[in-house]
């Protein structure tokens, strides 16, 4: 084995370059796959400290409203705790938790931190281990609380866990007063894996922890809402029981419950009101719209990726294949002195794994050094950490190399060893034959065509991730900001002279406040309404202050802002004043409309309209825009947007304001830019990957090109001079050496255009708010074509100047 | 049809500076059956490469069909070579990867013939050459001597004035050296002015004109029937 070796080192050692070029291409795609897989690993794990996650389950709910689409929420009306103990279901230590905001206040300041309420049943059931303290006490005492070490760092520093207990703190919920709690218990931060971690960027890892009986918990009524997902309730699976089974207990006691006939008869009469199920905390990470989301970015990448470690491994074929046809000298040699088939195909064998096993190792390290930047890229929560690369990914790829190994040896040796050795040793080298060529050139064209539609993909979500940044929603984004307060919105603190100062600063235009801000997706409420010629309409209703829509630029088609003094001022859009009956806007100004039911009963408060504006986009790209109400208070609302004079230092002079005159809290300012950037997120993410992807596809297939079109030129050399010396010009000199990589890139084209065109509407499809499908997608694809033809031309222009350069003399020598 | 006057031809390798050819007078009429031999580095094919246009002069005068070929564009002498000669190569330099029919037809490729009339020059060119049967086939699938009689198809497709044959048996056995000379005997009676560098006497014996040379000159340039 040891002089194979050597003398497999010794022949890579002579052509570095090839080595070099096929080994780098492997490595930057085995590293994406490596990437890939590490993160679809870390992302399907559960929290460690769950023990049998497969037996644990979560009740989920999800609501069937006539004419509505309904989605699973990953949550449950936390009425299904009791309901399902008192029916008998084969579960135990069913459990209640319900999460929402919390202000901790420590010396005149305030904090905010996710609440946790829960049932001492999750201590056992979710793993839950104080690093200090009692928990189950926190979760029993009405004065208890459990608190994470984020918070004990935020109100005492460097305070051990074992020093924070028994310390008092006042806090309080969504609703009621401040009370005094006293630390009980103290928790590691929340693990990212755990069902109850909470992935808010503005909150990080501070929780609390309450019982139900606590000041601070959710309202009695709450509780025993049947209808309301307001929690999440946990449960292990009994012996013999499975998951499937617990919907069908979940249904019968929903429907036995007293509270069920309330439910209006439309929504159950020869219908379900309501789906139910339980999902295993294993399933836990494949469902809801985030984590759908998440994988279909990752499903994305890994098809990316393959399709990237393909092209690389064609490389690799192929430059293999060109280099033992440049050997054939010496593989004639090696046989006229005794070596078999067999051992020259052991040697090629070595050869062949050193590059792809170096490949390997480089890919494992540049995984573990991306690791971090991948994470960041696909937006994963907070703490999620990737890496070290696990050794299912090391299994993986070390199979990856066997696997290739075969595919890369396989056709270069069959096509050397078919020649006989004594034309080689004569210095006569046999050609590879038209078909050795054309696997060549068809290898070389599917490196092109996945190029071609990489790049194109990655065009085509960066146009729509631009015209979901850029397109019009009836707002102005440039040189405004979002204020946000972390502050229970139900108890804003006074802002009014914070508010003036933001009025007297020379360089703040206009301000305003809303309970939605924009840029951002919101379900917000709905609300049916219904105009005096008794047509209905729901629309989505924000509260905002009157200088809102100047704040915003949003157009005013007619009337004026402003708040009522007894009666409710709306203002609506566009669409809303036509779908309520009215001929235009200057009609509505002035009419009452009654609202302020829910989204299938009418309400009774009347609502005038003062204003109509242009059509105002809040939702998602993803979701059709709903008509829109805008009521206009001026009371006090806790997002505020502020238009001034420069992007640039508008969101310093915001915080600078605030911090000489906002009450002690702490706030966050961000361009509307960044909250449009946010709300798209995931679909900048993938572009981003997309984008990375293909150009490092479009450098695989680029090495090839360059290896292959130099080695294809070294061989037709004498070709080329006969060419030259029959009267071939430069130009004609350059076409016959661009050809070897013309053709391939024409059947690439033909190839590709139509994957990438079908790959885009799919991609598009998922839109409401979308690219012009035609523009929108042939101008990516004409970009990708140019940039790969761009990138060819660049790989190849070298050796065909070179090849321009030859002298027909050369045919004498 | 060649005329070369004080034709010298230098190489520069870095310091180092060689004269292949020293002022060389010679002239070469129409028909004429040439052999040029002398010992190896004589400058045998440097002499064969500037007839062929295939290289330019350091200095001297070198003139075909009687105008000067000093000056002319590189596209000028392409154009002269592709219409007036015909090369014939030791090594036969065909494309291992094109077809007998194809490596023929590449003497054709860049003029203005139709490609249908093209196609008619190949077949001819091969009847001629005894290779019809053999018109599909790669160069590797021939004989040594085949392989040469494709390259003198080629040679002859475009129906040069002048034939330049470099050492056309140098890779040959006797038999099928034997059978190339015959047939570049034919197409020189055919009317063809033939220019071969051999080391063989016996093929130098069957040119009408031998031209031997040494240390880049001229040693001895004498006519069949005046030796005779």
């Not at chain 1, 004043?577 to 009418?602: H, M, P, Y």
Request: aromatic letters at 6%.
């Amino acid at each position: 084995m040891k002089p194979l070796l050597v003398d497999a080192l010794r022949n890579l050692k002579t052509r570095r370059s090839h080595a070099l070029i096929a080994a780098s291409g492997l490595a930057l795609a085995m590293a994406a796959c490596a990437l890939v897989a590490m993160t679809a690993i870390a992302l399907r794990a559960t929290d460690p400290a769950t023990t049998d996650p497969d037996r644990i389950v979560l009740l989920d709910f999800k609501g069937n409203l006539p004419d509505q689409q309904n989605a699973w929420f990953i949550a449950s009306p936390l009425a299904f705790g009791p309901m399902l103990k008192q029916s008998g279901a084969p579960l135990d230590h069913i459990s209640r938790v319900a999460g929402s905001g919390m202000e901790i206040r420590h010396e005149g300041r305030q904090w905010p931190a996710y609440l946790l309420v829960a049932d001492t049943d999750a201590v056992p059931l979710l793993g839950l281990t104080p690093l200090h303290g009692d928990l189950n006490a926190a979760l029993t005492r009405r004065d208890g609380i459990a608190i994470t070490v984020d918070v004990v760092q935020t109100l005492w520093g460097d305070l051990s866990p074992a020093e924070a207990v028994g310390k008092r703190i006042e806090g309080r919920g969504e609703e009621g007063e401040f009370n005094a709690f006293t630390v009980m218990a103290v928790l590691p931060n929340t693990d990212p894996r755990s069902p109850l971690f909470n992935p808010n960027p503005w909150i990080g890892g501070a929780m609390a922890m309450v019982g139900f009986d606590s000041p601070a918990s959710v309202p009695r009524e709450h509780q025993e809402a049947i209808y309301a997902v307001n929690g999440q309730v946990f449960a292990r699976l009994r012996d013999g029981t499975s998951a499937a089974e617990i919907g069908a207990w979940m249904r019968e006691a929903f429907v036995a419950n007293p509270r069920y006939a309330q439910i209006p008869a439309e929504w159950k009469t020869n219908r379900e009101a309501a789906f139910f199920r339980a999902l295993p905390l294993s399933d836990l990470p494949f469902k809801g719209r985030t984590n759908e989301r998440r994988w279909t970015v990752l499903r994305a990448a890994a098809i990316a990726s393959v399709l990237m470690l393909l092209l690389a491994t064609f490389n690799c074929m192929n430059l293999q294949t060109a280099h033992l046809l440049q050997r054939q000298r010496e593989t004639a040699l090696r046989r006229s002195i005794g070596a078999t088939g067999a051992q020259l195909l052991m040697l090629w064998t070595m050869e062949a794994f050193i590059v792809i096993a170096l490949s390997a190792v480089l890919a494992m390290v540049l995984a573990w050094w991306m690791a971090p930047a991948f994470a960041a890229l696909l937006q994963l929560p907070p703490g999620f950490v990737l890496g070290p690369v696990p050794g299912s990914v090391l299994g993986g790829l070390a199979i990856t190399v066997l696997l290739l190994l075969p595919l890369v040896v396989a056709f270069p040796a069959w096509r050397a060893l078919r020649n006989p050795p004594a034309p080689g040793l004569q210095g006569r080298t046999a050609s590879e034959g038209p078909w050795g060529r054309r696997v060549r050139q068809s290898l070389l064209c599917l490196q092109f065509g996945g190029a071609i539609v990489l790049c194109a993909m990655a065009g085509i979500l960066a146009a729509q991730q631009f015209h979901l940044m850029h397109a019009d929603r009836g707002f102005e984004t440039r040189n405004r900001v979002w204020l946000m307060i972390h502050a229970n919105p139900e108890r804003l603190p006074d802002l009014s002279e914070f508010l003036s100062a933001l009025g007297r600063h020379p360089d703040i235009l206009d301000w305003a406040s809303t309970d939605n801000a924009a840029g951002l997706p919101t379900d917000g409420i709905t609300d049916l309404h219904v105009s005096r010629s008794q047509h209905k309409q729901v629309l989505r209703v924000i509260s905002v202050s009157p200088g809102f829509f100047a704040t915003l630029g949003v157009r005013i088609l007619a009337g004026t802002p402003r708040a009522g003094s007894g009666e409710t001022n709306i203002v609506i859009d566009e669409k809303a004043a036509s779908a309520l009956g009215f001929a235009s806007a200057q009609n509505a100004v002035g009419e009452i409309i009654r609202g302020g039911g829910d989204f299938l009963q009418e309400g009774s408060e009347e609502r005038r309209i003062v204003a109509v504006v242009n059509d105002y986009k809040m939702e998602s790209a993803r979701d059709a825009s709903m008509p829109k109400g805008f009521i206009v208070t001026d009371q006090p609302l806790w997002d505020i947007m502020i238009h001034g004079k420069n992007a640039a230092t508008l969101a310093q002079t915001v915080g600078e304001i605030w911090r000489e005159s906002g009450p002690p809290l702490d706030y966050d300012v961000w361009t509307l830019d960044q909250s449009l950037a946010w709300t798209y997120r995931q679909e900048g993410a993938l572009a981003m990957l997309l984008g990375a992807l293909s150009f490092l596809a479009v450098c695989v297939a680029m090495l090839g090109a360059y290896t292959l079109v130099a080695d294809s030129l070294r061989r037709r050399r004498m070709e080329l001079v006969l060419h030259r010396l029959h009267g071939a010009s430069d130009a004609a000199i350059m076409r016959q050496a661009a050809s070897e990589v013309a053709v391939p890139f024409l059947i690439a084209l033909l190839i590709g255009l139509p994957i990438a065109v079908w790959l885009g509407l799919l991609y598009l499809s998922g839109f409401v708010d979308r690219l012009d499908p035609t523009t929108g997608i042939a101008l990516p694809i004409v970009g990708a074509v140019i940039a790969t033809l761009a990138i060819t031309t660049l790989a190849v222009l070298r050796h065909l100047r070179r090849a321009a350069s030859w002298q027909p003399i050369e045919a004498l020598r | 049809m060649i005329e070369m006057q004080q034709l010298t031809k230098r190489y520069r390798g870095g310091d180092v500076e060689t004269t292949a050819l020293n002022s060389i007078d010679l002239q070469i009429d129409a028909g004429e059956y040439v052999a040029i031999t002398g010992p190896s580095g004589c400058g045998k094919s440097t002499l064969l490469g500037l007839m062929g246009l295939l290289d330019a002069p350091t200095s001297g005068s070198l003139r075909l069909d009687g105008h000067e070929v000093a000056g002319k564009s590189q596209r000028e002498l392409a154009a002269i070579r592709r219409d007036r000669i015909g090369f014939v190569f030791q090594s036969f330099n065909l494309v291992d990867d094109l077809t007998v029919e194809q490596n023929v037809q590449l003497a054709l490729r860049y003029g203005s013939l139709p490609v249908s009339k093209q196609k008619l020059r190949v077949a001819e060119a091969l009847e001629r050459l005894g290779l019809s049967h053999r018109a599909r086939h790669h160069p590797g699938q021939l004989s040594g001597g085949q392989q040469q009689r494709v390259a003198i198809a080629r040679a002859i497709a475009a129906r040069p004035a002048l034939l330049l044959a470099d050492e056309p048996t140098g890779n040959l056995d006797s038999a099928h050296g034997h059978e190339v000379m015959r047939l570049l005997s034919e197409l020189n009676a055919e009317g063809a002015t033939l220019v071969t560098v051999t080391h063989s006497a016996e093929h130098a014996a069957l040119a009408s004109r031998c031209i031997r040379l040494l240390d880049g000159r001229v040693l001895v340039d004498a006519h069949a029937d005046l030796a005779s």
